[in-house]
């Protein structure tokens, strides 16, 4: 029962006790003292519980001792509308029943008119149930104690150990790997495709089979030129086209998209539709500059067109923060202003070792300048792709398009 009605019901009860007092004290046989005694004693009755109604009801001689000696506990001190508070000390409906007993041995004329007070009561009396079971709970139950149940612990039996530690242990065990996208085909990238297909499986056919390797079908070609290729590392399907859906995987579409002339001429970028993340390959390197692979047909403007692309496609969340997820081929996760940084620092090297060749400066001249020397603090650490190296990648480039 709510609040409010165990409130209104106790002032229902108060009004009718009210009023029983206003009856005593009106009548004639008790006087008005006698009647305020009586109705201090059924006070008192309230106060003190059901042995001393019995009390008052066995006898009246000794009921009107109880009156005298309750005559200092006035009503004032009892809250009847304080049920919460009062439930361990009194019951509510039953002190009511006694109220009504101690007025009809005291004069036969109050009951009669204590029973227009009863028909007040009638609905104190249901609401007095629903609330004493509801104050059962609230006042004479205790607080559960706490229990660690991490573990095998007595008392926990809504679970166990055995049912809930391999959920928090682990995670679930991993579906097999259905195919594979080499985004470039460089060593580094395609060195895995024979284990990881053979530890897939995928059905394109009746049986299954070990999991697909998809490229542009460009990406092969160089690589088979300087060393042989096992057949099972081969991808057994390519494309041609600028992209190439997949369709759905995992309740996603996936995209390839093929990058021209910027790492390689084979380069490919995995959009996933609903996850929004770009799988970049070496387009994007947060360990260093972007190798340029001149022999294998890639080109410092085909990086600095990819990178626009990307920009492009990546959705930020606020001030360029957030949003898409971007996989470079190396290094740690970015997002667009991380790109658009990146992005930056490429169209400057570009454009610096430009304008040296306008200038009719060799090569040897070129890395002497140390053009890069504003960015070899964040990219020129690397040991493998040295920014001498990223700078003769793009004169090459440069002098191959002129």
């Known amino acids: ?6 409130r209104r019901n106790a002032q229902q009860f108060g009004r009718a006790l009210d009023q029983s007092r206003h009856v005593a004290g009106r009548n004639a046989a008790f006087g008005i003292q006698f009647g305020e005694q009586f109705a201090d004693a059924a006070v008192g009755i309230t106060e003190h519980g059901s042995a001393q109604r ?16 309750l005559q200092d506990e006035r009503a004032d001190r009892v809250d009847l509308g304080d049920v919460r508070a009062r439930r361990r000390d009194h019951d509510l409906c039953g002190d009511t029943a006694g109220l009504r007993k101690l007025f009809e041995f005291g004069d036969v004329g109050l009951a009669p008119r204590f029973a227009r007070a009863e028909q007040q009561q009638a609905g104190v009396e249901s609401a007095c149930t629903q609330a004493r079971q509801q104050l059962d709970r609230v006042v004479t139950s205790s607080r559960m104690p706490q229990k660690s149940c991490v573990g095998v612990v007595a008392g926990c039996s809504w ?24 985004t470039s085909f460089d060593a580094d990238h395609m060195g895995g495709n024979a284990a990881f297909a053979a530890a897939g499986r995928s059905h394109i056919g009746i049986a299954p089979q070990d999991a697909w390797i998809i490229a542009h079908e460009k990406a092969p070609s160089h690589q088979l030129k300087t060393s042989p290729i096992a057949p099972n590392a081969m991808p057994n399907e390519t494309y041609e086209a600028g992209s190439f859906k997949l369709n759905f995987f995992n309740g996603e579409g996936v995209v390839l998209w093929h990058m021209p002339a910027a790492h390689t001429d084979g380069d490919t970028i995995v959009q996933f539709r609903e996850s929004e993340v770009l799988a970049v390959g070496d387009i994007i390197n947060m360990n260093g ?14 990086v600095v067109s990819a990178l626009n692309w990307i920009l492009e496609m990546a959705v930020v969340e606020h001030m360029m923060e957030g949003g898409t997820i971007i996989v470079p081929g190396h290094g740690r996760l970015i997002d667009s202003a991380d790109a658009a940084y990146y992005r930056d620092m490429v169209t400057i090297m ?11 400066m060799t090569l040897p001249q070129i890395k002497a300048a140390k053009l890069t020397r504003d960015y070899d603090g964040r990219f020129g650490r690397s040991t493998s792709y040295t920014p001498d190296m990223f700078i003769e990648a793009i004169f090459r480039s440069l002098d191959a398009k002129s």
């Not at 029962?1 to 165990?6: C, E, P, S, V």
């Open 1 to 6: 029962m709510k609040r409010r009605d165990r």
């Open 54 to 69: 019995e009390r008052l009801d066995h006898s009246p001689a000794e009921g009107l001792g109880l009156v005298r000696q």
């Open 159 to 182: 679970w166990n150990s055995s049912t809930f530690l391999p959920t928090t242990a682990a995670p679930a065990a991993p579906k097999p790997i259905v195919g594979i996208v080499n």
């Open 289 to 302: 500059y972007p190798v340029i692979d001149i022999d294998k047909g890639g080109t410092i403007q085909g």
């Open 350 to 360: 570009r454009d610096r070792v430009r304008a040296a060749v306008k200038k009719g």
